[in-house]
Each structure stands twice: as C-alpha cells, then as structure tokens.
C-alpha cells in the first residue's frame, strides 16, 4: 500500500467540529475526496466551503440503529480508502443517575458504529485489495474513570478492538488484501465535548492539546502504519506510568481525581482543577 492519504477517498465522521474538523483541514489538498459526516449539516456545510480540495457532505446521526446503514449506502457509489471513526460523545455524572437511554444512544455511536462501518466497507476493500481505518479513542481507555465510567469503557473496547483486528489484518486473515488499522488516543483536547462536560476554558483551555496538533500527530502515524499513536509527551508518559504501577494505584488516583465527579459535587473541570496541589501556579 503507498500512502493511505494521497490521493484517496476520505470518510471523516464528527467532521463539524473538534478534532475531526482539525483532521479534515489537516487532510484537505492531498485526499483526492473529502466525505465529511456528521449530525449537523451546518457546520460541515461551512467547513466544507473552507476547504480547497473536493469535499462532499453526508449528514447522518450515527447515534440511531439505522445511522451506520444509511451512511454505507450513502457511500456505496463512492471508492471510499480510509475509513476515519472520529464521531463520539460522553454521558457524564453516576453511572446509575442517569437514564439509560442516553448510555444506549453513546454506546451506539463510540462503539456499534466503527464496527458496522469498518464490517461494511471491507467487501469494497477486497475488491480493491486494500483500505485504511483511524479509530479516535481516548486516554480514557488506559484508565478508569469515576464519573466518565461508561464513556471510559466504550474508549476501552474501542483500543481493544483497534488492537486485535490490526492484528488480525496483519496475520494475513484478509487475504491478499493490505489493511492497516490505527488507533488514536489523545488525552484532554480544546473541543465543545469539554466544554460540555464544565471545562473552566479561561482556566484550563492552555493545558489542553490543539486539536490542530493531535490531527498532525495522527496524519503521521497512520503515513508510517503505527498502530497506536498518544499526542503529547505528558499523555505518552502517563501511558508508560500506567504500564509499572499496580493497578490498584491507577484506581485509586482516578477516585481521588474524579471522585467529585462521580458524586454529583463538582463539574468534569471542577474535579479536575481540584485535584491540583494548592501551591500549583497559573503559568
């Protein structure tokens, strides 16, 4: 396989906004065809008109059963080469204070979707001999996550997931046909999902990734065919440190961390800016 971007005809889902729209920009003059996917049409619509390169929209709420259905038939004419899972969202707070409904609507769209679409392009990808997937999953998957416990799993399987079907494709199990998977687990980065979750943005936006630099960092790990790629050297150390310490201590750092979280005491940038030491200064 050469490049999986240049070239090629790009699925990008959750386009409008965030890091998808980051990688969108990042992609946009070497894809031969940006599909941009995403609930609202609006912003893929402006999104769209910023681009220099072919683009086409596709609004389609990957979050119902029938999402994933309607996109593949959207893109069946099309001769679709990478495949980037980037729709996802969060239901926050205790786990058991919620509905279930919404944990329903978020399992569908973090994790029945990169599955169906991924299941339903491979017959086109046989038949071309080969196709490329970027799944966006979190450093939320390393770590478990009061407060974010649903989510953090559906991040999880996600990685999983990337991790045993990479290496199925790299067994040969499809064969004659050059599939590469990789897997991109940024941590904290400047998007509307924080802000939703009460991220104080005056405060803690600056010690958060630009999006624009967790798209770079994926264009280059999937170009080099890297299973795995962590933007930023403090999320890539916290992998590291996750790899030594006993289990016990991820888990008891997490409840110290998102402890208020969980109970209903403080938002998602409460919790977070509360677990720093008194003596920390703004920099």
């Known amino acids: 396989m050469g490049s999986p971007i240049d070239g090629r005809t790009i699925v990008i889902t959750g386009a409008s906004e965030g890091i998808g729209r980051a990688l969108a920009r990042e992609l946009d003059g070497r894809a031969a065809r940006l ?20 683009t086409e929209v596709v609004p389609c709420d990957l979050s119902t059963e029938e999402g994933p259905d309607q996109l593949l038939a959207a893109l069946s ?72 416990t649903a989510y953090a799993a559906t991040k999880a399987f996600l990685h999983s997931f990337g991790e045993g079907l990479g290496g199925e494709w790299r067994l040969g199990v499809e064969e004659g046909v050059d599939l590469r998977l990789t897997t991109l687990a940024p941590g904290s980065t400047r998007t509307r999902f924080f802000q939703e979750g009460g991220i104080d943005a005056d405060r803690l936006w600056k010690r958060m990734q630009d999006p624009r630099a967790v798209a770079r960092a994926a264009v280059r790990g999937l170009e080099r065919g890297a299973p795995l790629v962590i933007p930023g050297l403090g999320n890539r150390a916290l992998d590291l440190l ?29 919790a977070w800016e509360g677990s720093r030491p008194e003596s920390e200064e703004e920099s």
Not at 35 to 54: F, S, T
Not at 244 to 269: D, F, I, K, Q
């Open 35 to 54: 599909i941009l996917v995403a609930r609202r049409e609006a912003p893929l619509h402006q999104l769209a008109a910023e681009l220099r390169g072919p």
């Open 77 to 148: 004419p099309r001769d679709v080469h990478l495949l980037v899972n980037n729709a996802g969202v969060t239901v926050g707070g205790a786990f058991g204070a919620r509905g279930i409904e919404p944990v329903r609507a978020m399992l569908r769209l973090n994790i029945e979707a990169p599955l169906r679409l991924i299941h339903g392009l491979l017959p086109h990808w046989r038949l071309r001999g080969e196709g490329a997937v970027l799944n966006v999953a979190s450093v939320a998957a390393f770590i478990p996550c009061p407060g974010q």
């Open 242 to 270: 996750l790899r030594v310490v006993p289990r016990s201590v991820s888990r008891a750092g997490a409840r110290w961390v998102l402890g208020p979280l969980a109970r209903g005491e403080a938002t998602l940038g409460e």
